[in-house]
């Protein structure tokens, strides 16, 4: 059974940082795409990063330059380090992992990140 746990989350002033864990555990890690995503209040969730198992990364358009993700193999967690954040980026950060044979996303609970001074 997949199971995603993320934290890191927290209040943060603008132009600060901070640094989002999720630790995956029940998946073969390494065959698998871990994504980011964010989901504002009234907005749809949206794709923020993804690195797939061959650490080749995406970034959505508004993130590029400012988030980095990345993973670590050996202990089964993806990271996303939020540099420059801004108050539009305060959101319910979510981790999903995607098995390379699927399309389907297996979630975390979601980590709350509010972006205010």
């Known amino acids: 059974q997949v199971h995603l746990v993320e934290s890191g989350g927290g209040l943060v002033q603008p132009g600060g940082s901070l640094r989002l864990s999720c630790a995956a555990s029940g998946v073969t890690f390494s065959r698998f795409s871990m994504r980011w995503y964010r989901q504002a209040p009234g907005k749809e969730r949206e794709l923020v990063a993804v690195?797939?198992?061959?650490?080749?990364?995406n970034y959505a358009d508004s993130m590029k330059g400012r988030f980095t993700i990345s993973r670590d193999n050996l202990n089964n967690t993806v990271f996303l380090q939020m540099n420059s954040l801004k108050p539009e980026d305060t959101a319910v950060y979510y981790c999903?992992?995607?098995?390379?044979?699927?399309?389907?996303?297996?979630w975390g609970q979601g980590t709350q990140v509010t972006v205010s001074s």
């Open positions: 690195i797939f198992s061959t650490g080749t990364t």
């Open positions: 999903a992992a995607r098995p390379n044979w699927d399309s389907q996303n297996f």
